[in-house]
């Protein structure tokens, strides 16, 4: 690690109560927002590891206000989970206060850093290794919806407003496509056609919260394969993580966005858009777990429109690059020229084929919904 880095880590170690002399501090994750470590300390009772986060201040400009609903979140899980006999040291992110008591601490920049205990024995994964881990974290994330069903979701923030206004996320690109800073619209017109001839289809579910008909719930919105971790030795889903997101949201918009990224036979920035595809297996092995962890929670309609909202985050999550590729790449962290395009073009292939696929998404969600 560069001398700044360590300088700076350092700072936010002090703010905090970790016990032993700090041994290790690595980067870790593969997020697109924040910057997370794993730090370890060695103490006289062997070492004890810890994961650091400095919260994007850009994206989530309400930290407080953000930590407030993690704290919330949790203690709501850990007190479910107790009742259920599980243990609430795996199978919830618990947060580590700062030695001034807050959930969080800043440095002297002004950024906002947060600790939590580590999770031992357990990985997240970027792309499906089996269908067991995909089963399973559909599974958890299922759980994660019934555990939260009667939680009272207007009482959370919304810690990015509009984080899912597929209308909103429309007329933003609508707009960067016009003022065109970059100067990249030209080179992506096909891309951008193809996103304006379904702009009908951003309506669908932001009309369907407003009348009603599908209920505003307590959602992780980024619902992400790596976003779980999958215990080393038993191979089953443990905990949900991950939580920023965490707030008044569609269950069927959780769905879709594992859908979008777990069940796609590429990864998210492919350049190879004849390997990428939605399998009709994964989604049915995802389908079957997620009911499953859902228990019964989800109404008649949430169900239909379990397809629907494959589609719309997947839609959602294409006008969101192609959007930030032709703002110049502010939002989505890049590695290298042009990724947030090529994730575009992932999305965008993966949207055309659910389009082709529906008939049978929808008859899989029937399958397994009948048995609810
Ligand atoms: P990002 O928003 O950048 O995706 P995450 O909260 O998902 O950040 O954390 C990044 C990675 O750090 C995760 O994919 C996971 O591997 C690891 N991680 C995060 N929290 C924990 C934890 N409490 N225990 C173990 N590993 C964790
Ligand atoms: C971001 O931080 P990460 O990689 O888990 C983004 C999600 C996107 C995802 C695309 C706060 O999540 O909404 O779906 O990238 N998070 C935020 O991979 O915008
Ligand atoms: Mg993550």
Aim: with cysteine.
């Amino acid at each position: 690690m560069e001398r700044a880095r360590r300088t700076e880590i350092s700072e936010i170690i002090a703010q905090f109560d970790f016990p032993g002399e700090s041994k290790e501090c690595i980067s870790f994750g593969s997020g697109h927002i924040n910057d997370t470590y794993r730090l370890t300390f060695e103490t006289g009772d062997g070492d004890r590891q810890y994961i650091l986060q400095r919260m994007n201040k850009a994206i989530f400009t309400r930290p407080v206000e953000l930590m407030e609903n993690i704290c919330r979140v949790t203690d709501w899980l850990r007190r479910k989970i107790e009742e259920r006999g599980g243990d609430v040291w795996r199978e919830t992110p618990n947060v580590i206060p700062a030695k001034d008591g807050r959930p969080y601490c800043t440095d002297s920049g002004g950024e906002y850093w947060r600790a939590y205990y580590y999770i031992t024995g357990a990985t997240s994964y970027d792309m499906v290794k089996s269908d067991d881990d995909f089963y399973e974290s559909a599974v958890a994330f299922g759980r994660f919806q019934q555990l939260l069903a009667d939680y009272p979701a207007e009482t959370l923030h919304e810690t990015i407003p509009k984080f899912h206004d597929t209308v909103d996320r429309f007329a933003k690109f609508d707009r960067a496509v016009n003022e065109d800073v970059c100067g990249r619209a030209a080179s992506v017109a096909g891309e951008i056609r193809f996103v304006v001839e379904r702009e009908p289809l951003a309506h669908v579910l932001c009309d369907q919260q407003a009348s009603g008909e599908l209920p505003t719930r307590v959602t992780h919105n980024d619902t992400k394969l790596n976003n779980v971790l999958i215990d080393d030795e038993t191979g089953k889903a443990i905990c949900v993580i991950d939580l920023d997101t965490v707030m008044p949201g569609l269950s069927v918009n959780d769905f879709g966005d594992s859908i979008r990224f777990g069940a796609s036979t590429a990864a998210e920035d492919e350049r190879d858009l004849d390997k990428v595809s939605m399998d009709l297996h994964l989604y049915e092995v995802y389908v079957k777990g997620f009911l499953k962890g859902c228990a019964g929670a989800l109404t008649q309609r949430e169900l239909e429109m379990l397809p629907m909202g494959a589609i719309m985050m997947t839609f959602e999550s294409g006008i969101r690059f192609l959007t930030d590729h032709l703002e110049g790449d502010h939002y989505f962290k890049i590695h290298r020229e042009g990724q947030n395009l090529d994730r575009a073009r992932t999305q965008l292939r993966l949207v055309a084929d659910m389009e082709r696929k529906l008939p049978q998404m929808r008859e899989i969600v029937e399958k397994y919904a009948r048995g609810q």
